[in-house]
């Protein structure tokens, strides 16, 4: 198995999709108890739900699940959000808070850094290159970072999470420009709720790639699954009406994007 997948396009955009895939390696997958096995904190259908909306959309994205080792996390294992529960680059909990291992069958250091080598290192390899790729073609790149999560998590936050949620790094990953086309796009979507800068920022993919002062801009886009799915909870089913609805709004996104890129590239 292949740890990355690419789409090569001629577009201003790049998408990553570090969390859609679901594949473990024969001798990783026994190791699971029965909530890792459940995959539970997959970023489900966000490849379909993004497919076909821009002509020309560069597309990065991960075959291998989060639980092996996350894309989105920093390859020193640095934390996200000091002070908050989350889950690192090689997870030994759920979003929940519950263990995903067997006991006696998490990775050691040693395990993870082979992992990281083989897995995570292909993948920014791959997105590097990418963006390096569309920021010659056009003066400018925009990665936008392609995420989902159930609504309701109270492991990692409070409440209920809203539909759409932003994630520059508080403004320091992309132009002012690009964050405010972003969200001025979803401010006024009727029946959904949106935030900038919540709690989730972006990840460690925003953080790391997004350089505006190089022409390199990185938006993260948290989508919350309610939005979409028919229930958060197995199976996950892909609600077809709600993710109609859905694409139309993350078309407009893009296209919205890809103005914009336009017009940077024009002022610079």
Request: glycine content about 8%; hydrophobic content about 40%.
């Amino acid at each position: 198995m292949t740890p990355v997948v690419v789409e090569s396009g001629a577009s201003p955009i790049v998408l990553g999709m570090p969390h859609t895939g679901t594949w473990l390696p024969d001798e990783v997958a026994p190791r699971l108890n029965d909530t890792g096995r459940a995959l539970a904190d997959t970023d489900w259908h966000v490849d379909r739900l993004y497919h076909g909306l821009l002509d020309g959309v560069t597309t990065v994205r991960a075959t291998f699940h989060r639980y092996l080792i996350d894309a989105n996390r920093s390859p020193d294992d640095e934390s996200l959000y000091p002070g908050q529960n989350t889950t690192g680059l090689c997870p030994l909990t759920d979003f929940d808070g519950r263990p995903i291992w067997r006991e006696g069958e998490a990775p050691g250091a040693e395990e993870v850094a082979a992992r990281t080598a083989a897995f995570h290192a292909p993948y920014h390899a791959a997105l590097a290159a990418e963006l390096e790729r569309v920021r010659a073609l056009h003066g400018t790149a925009i990665l936008y970072d392609c995420h989902s999560i159930r609504s309701r998590i109270p492991f990692l936050f409070d409440g209920t999470l809203p539909d759409f949620n932003i994630g520059t790094a508080d403004g320091t990953a992309c132009a002012p420009e690009v964050e405010s086309c972003v969200m001025l796009t979803v401010r006024d979507v009727p029946g959904h709720t949106w935030v900038l800068n919540g709690r989730f920022k972006g990840g460690w993919t925003t953080r790391h790639y997004g350089r505006p002062e190089d022409g390199v801009h990185a938006v993260q886009m948290e989508l919350a699954q309610s939005a979409y799915l028919v229930d958060e909870a197995p199976p996950w089913r892909y609600d077809r009406l709600r993710a109609a609805r859905l694409r139309g709004h993350l078309k407009g996104i893009l296209e919205t994007l890809a103005l914009a890129a336009a017009d940077l590239r024009g002022a610079s």
